[in-house]
């Protein structure tokens, strides 16, 4: 069973999933966003994936706070396109040092839940916060704004921001359009909106072309995903 609520860090959601062990593999599409999880006792950090993330595995518990794109990089110490498409153990990441008094806090925590995100609130407070530009490229790209208006707005050359998008999110500007994109086509669709029209809301060319680009980034056609094949 999965369960999500909004974080008390801007932005962020905490989760929760119990697997019984008879689902089967699970589906994680990617959505730009990078996560802190712990799971039987460790502490790991999920990249930013370019294509869905499948996970297999005997009856299990996972927590995790999703980070909105472009925040988890300066808590973590790390850019994240050395995390891209990977989960890592967050020592390898902080230490193993600070890693065991993280690991130590959640043990004691009420709820992994809680000791996850009072970790997460911990690590944001002692670090800069986000480059302002970026936040503003990824709230305009999610609302489906074209990345060359935008660079422009921003003031930055197009070579700037696909460095410092690279940094911030895992991978270019346009990398991160395209997988905002395919969340606000699967929005439209799964509340029941018919595909050509979704295509056409979404600034895809046509049908056609949402068609390929849920297949290549979730490894599904659009009908079997929205019958359950993917979070």
Not at 95 to 103: C, D, Q, S, Y
Not at 168 to 174: D, E, L, Q, S, T
């Amino acid at each position: 069973m999965y369960r999500e609520r909004a974080s008390r860090l801007p932005g962020a959601v905490v989760w929760r999933n119990t697997l019984s062990g008879d689902e089967g593999s699970g589906r994680v599409l990617p959505d730009g966003c990078m996560d802190l999880l712990w799971h039987e006792g460790r502490l790991l950090v999920a990249g930013p994936d370019t294509r869905a993330h499948l996970t297999a595995g005997g009856p299990s518990t996972w927590t995790g706070i999703r980070l909105r794109p472009g925040t988890a990089p300066a808590l973590l110490g790390v850019p994240a396109h050395e995390l891209r498409d990977r989960r890592v153990d967050l020592a390898d990441l902080r230490g193993a040092a600070e890693t065991r008094r993280h690991t130590a806090r959640l043990r004691a925590a009420p709820d992994p839940v809680t000791g996850l995100e009072d970790l997460t609130l911990r690590l944001a407070a002692a670090t800069d916060p986000p480059d302002p530009v970026l936040r503003s490229l990824a709230a305009a790209l999610g609302a489906g704004r074209p990345v060359g208006a935008v660079a422009d707005e921003l003031g930055v050359s197009a070579r700037q921001l696909h460095r410092r998008s690279l940094v911030a999110f895992g991978y270019g500007p346009k990398t991160l359009a395209r997988i905002l994109r395919l969340h606000r086509a699967l929005a439209l669709a799964r509340a029941g909106t018919p595909a050509a029209e979704t295509a056409a809301r979404t600034g895809y060319a046509d049908q056609a072309h949402l068609s390929r680009d849920v297949r290549a980034l979730t490894g599904l056609p659009l009908r079997e995903l929205l019958g359950g094949g993917g979070r």
